[in-house]
């Protein structure tokens, strides 16, 4: 039983950042990525988790194309992103929400701070580099 299970566990949880990363990257609607930001935190995670599944659990077998399909999805996803990187900002406003003396709620755009974000974006690049190197 647990033969079965833990492969179909992982390849979900691959399944789960791969997706959310391409269609992050490549839509255009509700799901689009709204900044650099997002676009960096969806790569690196796709990656490290790809890199932490081959490390850590090398799938053999049918598994093995399930994770080389899983590549190439990022593949995508990372071209998407790339298409998409000079339209973007490094982060988007988000709008703070207040109540007013009537108890409405108000939304009001915060001015992003940008070089905070292309430093934690960096951190982050390094840290996800950092695993997939020891990993392989």
Do not use: N
Not at 70 to 98: C, N, Q
């Amino acid at each position: 039983m647990t033969e079965i299970l833990i492969p179909v566990v992982v390849s979900l949880v691959i399944a789960w950042f791969v997706a959310l990363q391409t269609v992050h990257a490549w839509s255009t609607g509700r799901w689009a990525a709204t900044d650099r930001h997002r676009l960096v935190v969806d790569a690196v995670d796709s990656i490290v988790i790809l890199a932490l599944v081959r490390a850590l659990a090398s799938p053999v077998g049918v598994w093995s194309w399930v994770w080389v399909l899983a590549v190439a999805i990022t593949g995508f996803g990372l071209a998407g992103a790339a298409l998409r990187w000079r339209s973007l900002p490094w982060h988007a406003p988000k709008p703070k929400r207040s109540l007013d003396a009537h108890g409405a709620t108000v939304e009001t755009a915060v001015e992003p701070r940008t070089r905070r974000q292309q430093v934690t974006a960096g951190i982050y690049a390094a840290v996800g580099i950092a695993i997939v190197a020891l990993c392989w």
